[in-house]
């Protein structure tokens, strides 16, 4: 299983930025898979996960109505797109993937709790 974020950088407050996780070495439609951000001295936060196969979404309240996952199976890939962005969205964000098809309130737990598959990470700074 390989997870690979690009996508990130420097931008204003109120800006967007949009997040991509390109995954390989597994069926994409088999896999649920999660954006989730951490910065030095805080826990990490899940911020969006998606189960394709079972058509759910979570947001969490941090970034609902903010920001936007989707997947484009055709590349296996998903996306994170983060529209009026704040300083408190500075952070290091990561892909994750774990197997399952996952009902929303399933969904929502996996988000909160991580996954079993990690990227390396891309860097989201948010200047005020």
């Known amino acids: 299983v390989q997870l690979v974020e690009s996508g990130g950088g420097l931008v204003q407050a109120g800006g967007s930025l949009r997040l991509s996780c390109a995954t390989s070495g597994f069926t994409f439609d088999d896999y649920a898979i999660g954006w989730f951000r951490q910065t030095p001295g805080k826990e990490r936060e899940g911020v969006s996960c998606i189960s394709s196969s079972a058509g759910t979404t979570y947001y969490s309240d941090s970034v609902m109505d903010r920001f936007t996952i989707s997947s484009d199976n055709a590349k296996n890939t998903v996306y994170l797109q983060m529209n009026s962005l704040k300083p408190e969205d500075t952070a290091e964000y990561y892909c994750?993937?774990?197997?399952?098809?996952?009902?929303?309130?399933?969904?929502?737990?996996?988000?909160?709790?991580?996954?079993?598959?990690w990227g390396k990470g891309t860097l989201v700074t948010v200047s005020s």
């Open positions: 994750a993937a774990t197997r399952g098809s996952f009902s929303r309130i399933v969904l929502n737990w996996r988000c909160r709790r991580g996954m079993d598959y």
